[in-house]
């Protein structure tokens, strides 16, 4: 029941991103993220429409959170240990600007709607008209996943050849795929759960640590932490790639989050690489976690990756074409 409200409440969430950016789109995404630049604050102005979205969203959040107290309560479980958290990087999207029904595929998708001024408008796609081809795989029972893949993986700027039925009329369109900026998103529910260090379990009331100079004291802060990311995509000009976090301090975490909350101190976080440089050839499997130290300071966002060493790309068996690497730090208020 819970989990069903939570994804309900996600839907809600990508369907109100997507409507805002300016339709109703079948899209696929980019795997490009945005730098940390775009950290930085700014005031927004929203149109009248657009802050009414806001405010159901906001209402549709409070509900189902509430919602979730009370069957958590219901089933005797403390809510003050629930925790749940949505991570969607921002990302470009292809958009066509056509809502299609894919359920009923007889002669093809019925088109439900296309938002003015789509891609969708501009060749000429009207509602109630049947999408009977899609770059050539025809829409019908036996491969109707086959053509609906075809929209699922459109990138920006790739060409789509559709066919499409009027009244008993086929009618040809090809069209070049537009991209959408869809912001990130970035929902929590409940407390993190932050990995500590023995420096905040072992410091207790000790008062020769509590008399160190003022960034000693806030080391000892507990409510300070400090954060690791992989949630940007590093600059691969300079042979750094994505990776994700596999261990921190030995303890597993949940491969689809992308940011941790750490205690201040040191911490041994383990990557995987995510190398795609083309020149790179490795036997299959999962490759090793290899492990990096961080000394993480209050306030401190790390932002992770992996290093290719190109002049050891031959090294594969051995590992030695990569290492875990911090490429960007910034200063972030982080607080428990």
Not at 83 to 106: C, K, R, T, W
Not at 125 to 139: H, L, P, Q, T, Y
Not at 275 to 297: N, Y
Request: with cysteine; aromatic share 8%; net charge negative.
């Amino acid at each position: 029941m819970m989990e069903n409200r939570l994804m309900k409440l996600m839907s809600i969430i990508l369907l109100w991103f997507v409507w805002v950016s300016g339709s109703l789109v079948l899209a696929a995404p980019d795997e490009r993220r945005t730098s940390p630049e775009v950290l930085l604050e700014k005031a927004s102005e929203f149109t009248p429409e657009s802050q009414l979205l806001l405010n159901q969203l906001e209402g549709q959040i409070k509900g189902t959170v509430l919602a979730i107290t009370e069957n958590e309560r219901k089933a005797g479980r403390n809510i003050d240990d629930f925790y749940f958290a949505i991570e969607l990087p921002a990302q470009q999207q292809a958009s066509l600007g056509m809502v299609l029904d894919v359920e009923n595929v007889e002669q093809g998708y019925s088109v439900l709607s296309v938002a003015p001024g789509s891609l969708a408008e501009k060749i000429n796609i009207n509602r109630g008209d049947k999408i009977v081809a899609i770059n050539d795989i025809e829409v019908e029972a036996t491969s109707s996943n086959a053509a609906l893949e075809q929209l699922q993986q459109l990138t920006p700027g790739q060409e789509l050849r559709l066919a499409f039925n009027r009244n008993g009329n086929i009618k040809q369109a090809v069209v070049e795929m537009a991209g959408d900026y869809i912001p990130g998103i970035k929902l929590e529910i409940g407390s993190q759960p932050v990995f500590k260090t023995a420096l905040l379990s072992e410091a207790g009331d000790d008062s020769e640590n509590n008399s160190q100079n003022a960034d000693d004291k806030s080391m000892l802060d507990e409510n300070a932490c400090g954060e690791v990311s992989v949630f940007f995509r590093p600059p691969e000009t300079k042979d750094i790639y994505p990776a994700f976090i596999n261990t921190i301090d030995d303890r597993g975490v949940i491969r689809t989050r992308h940011s941790f909350r750490l205690s201040p101190g040191k911490h041994i976080i383990k990557l995987h690489e995510l190398i795609t440089d083309p020149f790179l050839r490795r036997t299959r499997g999962m490759q090793k976690a290899k492990p990096i130290e961080i000394d993480v300071k209050p306030n401190m966002t790390y932002y992770l990756g992996a290093k290719f060493i190109r002049a050891k790309r031959s090294r594969v068996f051995k590992e030695l074409y990569w290492e875990p690497v911090i490429w960007r730090t910034s200063e972030r208020e982080c607080e428990l």
